[in-house]
């Protein structure tokens, strides 16, 4: 099955911009592998943030949106804030099965 | 409120099996795909299986594919995966996740030692 590759580990500065992205081991992912992005912070569930690309949930915060990039998928985050440390997974459709990326620490610093 | 709450985990040795179960609340559970996700201890997300609204399609990812199997009862609102042939590697924390990844259980530890 196909491979899903993120970063490994991320630095964002207070209030800076970072993005994020997800590579498929197949070829260029795009909308028809229906990006999704979760957060997960350490002793909790994952939480959905970004489906189909770049669909918010109700409770995702606005700072954060998705798109594609350069045959990527990505996730962009302007205006970091300390609570936004966590690991972030991105997840792609493969026309049945579904794969995690290995996940991108992120730290605020 | 929409609540999935994962159960049947526990301490069990190489080689035997598990019935895990996902009992949903708070939303229409016959209209939506179901996900089994699990994570291995400090490791990352794995996806498993899912099985859509009338159990008739599954799918699996596959390195579990003959050893684990989902299914669902609708009349219970209730979500299944049976494990078998329990591995050192399938020790992991295992969640029951709605259709859209919206909504995420807790999840329930599996533990694979002798």
């Known amino acids: 099955q196909a491979v899903v590759t993120q970063e490994p580990s991320l630095t964002v500065s207070p209030g800076g911009t970072v993005t994020l992205t997800c590579g498929s081991s197949t070829g260029a992912v795009t909308s028809g592998h229906y990006p999704y992005w979760f957060q997960q912070r350490p002793g909790q569930a994952p939480r959905a943030l970004i489906y189909?690309?770049?669909y918010k949930h109700s409770w995702t915060p606005g700072r954060f949106s998705g798109s594609l990039l350069g045959g990527k998928a990505a996730l962009t985050l302007s205006g970091a804030q300390p609570d936004d440390e966590a690991e972030y997974y991105c997840l792609l459709y493969y026309g049945g099965p579904w794969v995690f990326g290995g996940g991108t620490k992120l730290t605020v610093l | 409120e929409v609540q999935l709450v994962e159960s049947g985990g526990g301490l069990v040795q190489p080689g035997g099996s598990l019935r895990l179960s996902c009992a949903v609340s708070?939303?229409?559970?016959?209209?939506?795909?179901m996900n089994w996700v699990r994570q291995a201890p400090g490791k990352g997300l794995e996806w498993l299986a899912n099985?859509?609204?009338?159990?008739?399609?599954?799918f699996y990812v596959d390195s579990v594919k003959g050893r684990f199997t989902t299914s669902r009862d609708n009349a219970k609102n209730s979500l299944y995966l049976e494990i078998n042939s329990l591995r050192d590697e399938d020790t992991a924390v295992y969640y029951c996740v709605k259709g859209q990844m919206d909504a995420w259980g807790k999840g329930t530890t599996v533990t694979v030692s002798s």
């Open positions: 708070g939303f229409s559970f016959s209209t939506y795909w």
């Open positions: 189909d690309t770049n």
């Open positions: 099985i859509n609204q009338d159990g008739s399609e599954k």
